[in-house]
């Protein structure tokens, strides 16, 4: 799977799920939710309270991230040769403290 950092546009569906994401100005829509997990901020990094390396904000920083199965265009139908790839599967980032959405991860 492909790292990326880059921040996207993400319309939610009617379970909070997303639903379509916006990136590199490309419009995906969601087929599938593989798998959605929380990770936390590195709690173990902190040392006693003179060398704690991070804020209390940042020990408790939580992002959400959804694993999700996305293709552009309608799902079945064939496309052109030349045509970019129409389908992948996509980690998307929700942090908490700022409110941004980021694709983290990418396998097509």
């Known amino acids: 799977m492909r790292q990326y950092d880059d921040p996207v546009e993400v319309r939610r569906g009617g379970a909070e799920d997303p639903d379509q994401f916006l990136w590199r100005g490309r419009l995906w829509k969601v087929r599938a939710v593989v798998a959605h997990w929380v990770e936390t901020g590195p709690w173990w990094q902190g040392g006693s309270d003179k060398e704690a390396r ?27 040769a030349g045509d970019q790839a129409s389908y992948g599967v996509f980690d998307l980032s929700f942090d908490w403290t700022d409110g941004r959405w980021q694709l983290v991860g990418c396998l097509d």
């Open 54 to 80: 991070g804020t209390v904000a940042d020990l408790v920083a939580e992002r959400e991230l959804w694993r999700v199965e996305a293709g552009r265009g309608m799902p079945g139908v064939r496309q052109q």
